[in-house]
């Protein structure tokens, strides 16, 4: 409505305000209705390629199971970025070195990890031939779930258990990968990382 002098008023329609008799619209415009697809947060699937040369990562470890002698080989591993880019998770592998200490397969399970254990992978391989401290080594990976990992954040802790088909025990001593002490995550660079295969963080065993 706009005032006049003499207290009276007139109505001014607005286009912008509809009117309905009935549920039909008679008059007036409705708003629309569409996603405007230039609001919101970034969809990181849509992150654009970075330069991974540059890329920078640590690994930090804390041991579970610490018996010098055990059934399982049970600890936590998280990556973290240090550097200024994003990195797609599904380029990013972790070796931990050990030997097996028998001829039977050994087999990887995820216990827990705050990315979800769905989106996380592991394979057993055999180094022919052995370097001092590991005849084998467990390589954990990401599935595309798993997205980017931003600057200056981590994965979060991944519990990772190995065990022998037929148990008989694994002597954890003699293991590169393996530290007794310690139940926080700390950087530990006898866990190696890498991304698209290229050693990025850490230093294997010879």
Known sequence: FVGLDDGEYVSTPDPHVPVYIGGERVFGEEPPTTLNETCGAVDPESVPETDLSTASLTAQYAPIGTEPTADLITNSIQITNTGTNPVPLSAVTVRYWFTADTTEPVSYSCDYATLDCKNVKG?????????????????????????????????GPIQNRLQQTVF???????????????????????????????????????
């Open 168 to 206: 008989g025990g694994f002597n954890q001593t003699d293991d590169y990968s393996f530290r007794s002490t310690g139940a926080e995550l700390t950087t530990w660079d006898r866990i190696t990382v890498y991304i698209n295969g290229r050693l990025v963080f850490g230093t294997p065993p010879e």
């Open 123 to 155: 394979t057993i391989n055999t180094l022919d031939p052995p370097v001092t401290g590991a005849d084998h080594y467990v390589e954990v990976g990401f599935a595309g779930g798993a997205k980017y990992l931003w600057p200056g954040t981590e994965t």
